[in-house]
């Protein structure tokens, strides 16, 4: 890395002292450093950026007894997103929740599922206090994105919590959440 540093900043100097007589060669010994500040204005630019549960727009509609969630993203996603977000049904009763369809992430398997959604519940019941057991399914995080499922009989959608957890992973930190709150009608 200090050899690195080194190089760019003789290629700086040699430039600034190459500047009134030959300006090409001075442009092509400032290129290094033009090129590491760009690098870093961009890796600053993306990490700066969040996405909140204000950039997501979820609408519901039910087709017979299947609910269809449509999700679709304001902005642009995050640049350190989780590969995966989360849906979080909380039943009363704890009655599961069938027939969940929609796109899963690829990398799926190869993630400690258990773990995971350990940490997912630890979470949200930290942050919304829901009563019951959770039923945690994966999502691929898209641009935009569909998901449907059927509720048990006799369960109303009034008895029925459901939250898109979405998940950002900066290098080197664990994972972050914010949760958006599903109303079924």
Excluded at 78 to 84: A, E, Q, V
Excluded at 96 to 125: C, Q
Aim: hydrophobic fraction near 40%; charged fraction near 25%.
């Amino acid at each position: 890395m200090s050899i690195i540093l080194a190089i760019v900043i003789c290629c700086a100097v040699a430039g600034s002292l190459l500047w009134s007589k030959r300006r090409v060669l001075s442009l092509i010994l400032f290129t290094p450093l033009l090129t590491i500040l760009a690098l870093s204005g961009y890796v600053a630019y993306q990490s700066w950026y969040h996405t909140t549960p204000d950039s997501l727009h979820l609408s519901v509609h039910k087709e017979n007894e299947t609910y269809v969630v449509k999700g679709k993203w304001k902005d642009r996603l995050d640049w350190y997103r989780f590969h995966s977000d989360f849906l979080v049904f909380y039943v009363s009763n704890n009655e599961k929740i069938s027939n969940v369809k929609r796109e899963r992430s690829k990398y799926y398997e190869d993630m400690d599922v258990e773990l995971l959604h350990g940490d997912i519940a630890y979470w949200i019941e930290e942050h919304s206090h829901p009563k019951g057991e959770p039923q945690i399914f994966d999502i691929q995080t898209d641009k935009q994105f569909q998901f449907s499922f059927v509720l048990p009989d006799d369960v109303k959608p009034s008895n029925v919590k459901l939250y898109y957890v979405h998940a950002r992973e900066e290098p080197m930190d664990a994972l972050e959440y914010w949760i958006k709150n599903v109303e079924l009608k």
